[in-house]
């Protein structure tokens, strides 16, 4: 099973951004951490462990993540080390996109003005991740734009909806952006649906309300065009993406084809019961074996 850090220290400051309570402690190496809690049973604690681990199988640079335990408050969650080194600063994306087009809307996150060419716009201004966040790229994975490519592949496999434009972003040091690596994945994984619906879905004999159907309708949060008024579907924000490097579509899906189903099983079955259910368990192995499927047809 994967350990469940035990977090005891007093905050230190309140984390503002998102929707869910988080805060930032020092842990005992003095390595700040921030703590994510699962306090409204949205399931955003086991689905952002699960998402870190199968993007660590791929070699996509990412955060990782350990299941977490508020013990005062008794309120499970997740922790993450802070993603920068001193001297580094997180810029999200809505300020990147901002810089090239002063008109663009950073107060909301559905906009869209977040678009496909917008981001890799100012994606191709930035550098490739650092090091120790790209260790495990694929071979011809050389460019930012190759790697974000990546990062829409994770969301179609896992079924993130909420790659927004504060959901990723560079790492400014020394007068240089490099792409930072791809986190807060925790609304993935049908995490909220409830294990009531997720049985009838692995059981249904109609085909409209199977898990492969409600695989197809997973969205994204990039739009197509900023006259449109739905954004692409997370498949569709892949495919669109990566069309024109094509090199980089082809790396990736090789990566995902390598990982076969007892690789994924065999993540999944090491989240406590506690916190990952068997229904849900089955439902989201069937999501990331549909999803799949989906992705390498393409």
């Known amino acids: 099973m994967y350990p469940v850090v035990r977090v005891t220290q007093p905050p230190d400051a309140p984390e503002p951004l998102g929707t869910k309570r988080k805060y930032w402690y020092k842990a005992a190496d003095g390595r700040e951490v921030l703590f994510k809690a699962e306090e409204r049973g949205y399931g955003e604690d086991w689905s952002e462990k699960i998402a870190c681990e199968l993007a660590a199988l791929v070699g996509i640079p ?39 087009d002063p008109a663009y809307p950073r107060t909301t996150l559905r906009v869209p003005a977040h678009t496909v060419d917008a981001v890799n716009r100012v994606v191709r201004m930035l550098s490739i991740p650092a090091p120790r966040w790209a260790a495990n ?6 460019t930012a734009v190759d790697v974000f490519s990546g990062y829409l592949m994770l969301d179609a496999w896992i079924a993130n909806q909420d790659r927004h434009h504060e959901n990723w972003g560079a790492l400014w040091t020394e007068n240089r952006l490099t792409l930072a690596p791809s986190y807060d994945h925790g609304a993935c994984l049908a995490r909220n649906v409830s294990d009531e619906e997720k049985a009838a879905r692995l059981t249904t004999g109609d085909a409209g309300y199977s898990v492969g159907a409600f695989a197809a309708r997973a969205g994204s949060r990039l739009f197509d065009q900023p006259t449109d008024t739905r954004p692409l579907s997370a498949l569709d924000a892949f495919r669109r993406f990566s069309a024109p490097i ?6 990736w899906r090789d990566r995902l084809r390598a990982v076969d189903q007892s690789t994924v099983e065999a993540v999944l079955d090491q989240v406590p019961p506690d916190r990952l259910s068997r229904v849900c368990r089955d439902f989201t192995l069937q999501l ?4 799949r499927t989906r992705i390498l047809a393409l």
């Open 288 to 291: 990331l074996v549909e999803n």
């Open 137 to 142: 790229l694929p071979s011809g994975i050389t």
């Open 62 to 100: 990412h955060v990782h993540y350990e299941l977490a335990r508020d013990v005062n408050a008794d309120v499970p969650g997740v922790v993450s080390v802070q993603l920068c080194l001193p001297g580094e600063a997180l810029v999200h994306g809505n300020t990147l996109l901002q810089a090239i």
């Open 246 to 251: 094509p090199h980089a579509a082809d790396a």
